[in-house]
């Protein structure tokens, strides 16, 4: 069964940093694009950042430059995504998904076939 299972979410100040996990079952995370995306009630699910597979490239969204990275351990078959410098504006539900079996990656959520259930991050003084 594919499955991925997101956590780590959780309730910060403005300033603070989190890191989401994505655990991978059913297929192996290196040989897949995975992305990072969230969503916030009455807006559309937006891609945050992803990864491709070994040896290519990682995209993300201008909105996180410089304060969001991903990474991925192989051995646990797990993505990360290290959230750092938070602000309210990313608050939301993040989900992380599984992409086609490429070098380059997208943000574009019709990209992805698989999705997990999410977990909520809220940015907040």
């Known amino acids: 069964q594919l499955q991925l299972v997101e956590s780590g979410g959780d309730s910060v100040q403005p300033g603070g940093s989190l890191r989401l996990s994505c655990v991978v079952s059913g297929f192996a995370a290196v040989g897949y694009v995975v992305g990072w995306f969230r969503q916030s009630p009455g807006k559309e699910r937006e891609g945050v950042i992803c990864?491709?597979?070994?040896?290519?490239?990682?995209n993300r969204a201008d909105s996180v430059l410089g304060r969001f990275t991903i990474s991925r351990d192989s051995a646990k078959n797990t993505v990360y995504l290290q959230m750092q410098d938070l602000k309210p504006e990313d608050t939301g539900t993040y989900y992380c998904?599984?992409?086609?079996?490429?070098?380059?990656?997208?943000?574009?959520?019709?990209?992805?076939?698989?999705w997990g259930q999410g977990t909520q991050v809220t940015v907040s003084s």
């Open positions: 998904a599984r992409g086609p079996a490429h070098y380059m990656c997208s943000l574009t959520p019709q990209s992805y076939d698989v």
């Open positions: 990864i491709s597979r070994p040896g290519g490239s990682t």
